[in-house]
């Protein structure tokens, strides 16, 4: 018979609440997670999250809601364990060296335990880790931007903290170092088993990090699971114009379908005369030539096509956007189309959308 053991998150937030002079910064905020998870609060500026994480942190208190470590509470309105007894350690987007402490003693600042010796062999360990050993003696002033990043990175997990708090890190730095240290910096915080929160308010960045995002939006978190979910599984229009571009149609539905366009749309469960706003991402509009004034037949996968005619295409690296300018309302829709596609702007086309890459929201839900 197999032993069952309780497992609990590394990190526990219950019904986070902050207020600024009658305005709820944080509202209700929840979320669990466990050793080497990386979890990012995702979302606009101003919607709460560096509060979220101040509060976790101790630097800022809640008005209402709990803080749990391995179980154990650490912080309510009445009992507070002292941010630096949290065992959490932080890493902003000012890393914020002592630039009068050699490398070593940068990295060895937070480490108030063990012989000299075992100090020393935890800061070389750490600065092997991020390839800079060999800058051990010297000063912050001697190092790049990337590399003192990751020295802030090193001081950080030095003390072999269960948490890592990270409030938008990597902004600072250039695109193709970012990805670099980025990429460098959640290796090792999962070899350490870290419990990671991480806040941003780059979509790419999140996918790129996260395990799992939890959406905010008004101090709320609006919808939160694996990467893949919350984007092919939005709550609202908001919540996919957030992670890219969009496209909107609006219809109004009569018996469960939404006449459109480009066909019918099912909307099942929506009352008769609801508006509702069909959203649907540009790689997913699909382009067709026009032959002799006709595009292709409908089908049930992509609906009616319909007639527009090229405003502009520009070449964008990787991809090719092209603008259209719809013939039934001379509404603006975007496509964007993989490698180097560039028509002509005045060139006639038809489009058509794939039923099963739409969302459906009525109108008093689009956020």
């Known amino acids: 018979m197999t032993e069952m053991t309780d497992v609990h998150p590394r990190l526990e937030i219950k019904n986070l609440q902050r207020a600024y002079g009658g305005r709820a910064v944080v509202d209700d905020v929840s979320l669990k997670i466990m050793p080497g998870q990386v979890t990012c609060l995702l979302g606009p500026s101003g919607c709460g999250k560096s509060t979220t994480l101040r509060m976790i942190a101790g630097v ?64 070389e360990e750490l600065l092997e880790r991020v390839d800079l050993l060999r800058f051990i003696d010297g000063y912050p002033h001697q190092l790049s931007g990337g590399e003192q990043q990751r020295v802030a990175l090193a001081r950080a997990l030095a003390p072999r903290p269960k948490i890592m708090l990270m409030d938008e890190p990597f902004s600072g730095l250039d695109n193709r170092l970012r990805d670099d240290i980025r990429d460098e910096t959640l290796g090792i915080l999962k070899e350490e088993g870290t419990a990671v929160l991480l806040v941003t308010h780059e979509p790419e960045e999140a996918m790129r990090m996260a395990d799992e995002i939890a959406l905010m939006r008004d101090g709320k978190i609006v919808q939160q ?43 099942p469960g929506v009352p008769d005369g609801t508006q509702v706003d069909i959203v649907f991402r540009p790689q997913h509009l699909r382009i067709d030539f026009d032959r002799a004034g006709k595009g292709p037949l409908p089908t049930s996968t992509d609906g009616t096509a319909a007639r527009a005619v090229v405003a502009r295409a520009r070449f964008m690296g990787n991809e090719s956007l092209v603008e259209f300018v719809m013939d039934h309302d001379g509404s603006t829709l975007r496509a964007t189309v993989p490698n180097v596609f560039l028509p002509q702007p005045g060139a006639v086309m038809w489009l058509t959308v794939r039923r099963d890459r739409c969302f459906v929201f009525p109108v008093h839900a689009a956020g």
């Open 60 to 123: 800022e208190m809640q008005d209402s809601g709990t803080i749990h470590v391995d179980g154990k509470l650490i912080c309510d309105t009445v009992f507070r364990v002292p941010p630096e007894r949290r065992e959490i350690g932080l890493m902003f987007q000012d890393f914020a060296l002592f630039p009068h402490l050699s490398v070593a003693d940068n990295v060895g600042f937070g480490l108030k335990t063990g012989t000299k010796a075992e100090r020393r062999a935890r800061i």
């Open 225 to 267: 699971g694996a990467p893949y979910n919350v984007y092919t599984r939005p709550v609202d229009r908001a919540s996919v114009a957030f992670f890219s571009d969009a496209n909107v149609l609006r219809a109004e539905v009569s018996g469960a379908l939404a006449h459109t366009v480009f066909g019918r749309f099912l909307a």
